[in-house]
């Protein structure tokens, strides 16, 4: 059974920084594309960042890029996105997801295995 389990959200000043993590259970994380997406209230789900599964390419979305960075450890298994420089727009809930092997780049429909998410709140 695959386990995804984000932890790190939290409330935080605009400026300020957080860093998630999230624990992959039921599968080796170096034979797949790993990353992070959020959704706001009343808004689609969109990509954050996310890291291939062999040569650790990453991607960032534009609201992201220069702020937040993504690394991923597999011998632990883990994936964390490290956050600076939160702007009150970065208010979400924050999923890791577990992408195809093949996969590159923030396609939502390319990710099969969803945590439940962290919930980020950056006051202004």
């Known amino acids: 059974q695959v386990q995804l389990v984000e932890s790190g959200g939290g409330l935080v000043q605009a400026g300020g920084s957080l860093r998630l993590s999230c624990a992959v259970s039921g599968r080796t994380l170096s034979a797949y594309a790993i990353g992070w997406f959020r959704q706001a209230p009343g808004k689609e789900r969109e990509g954050v960042s996310s890291i291939h599964r062999t040569d650790d390419d990453t991607y960032y979305s534009d609201s992201v890029k220069g702020r937040f960075t993504i690394s991923r450890d597999n011998t632990e298994n883990t994936v964390s996105l490290q956050m600076n420089n939160l702007k009150p727009e970065d208010t979400a809930v924050y999923f890791c997801?577990?992408?195809?092997?093949?996969?590159?780049?923030?396609?939502?429909?390319?990710?099969?295995?969803w945590g439940q998410g962290t919930q980020v709140t950056v006051s202004s």
């Open positions: 997801a577990l992408g195809r092997r093949t996969v590159r780049g923030l396609d939502v429909r390319l990710y099969d295995y």
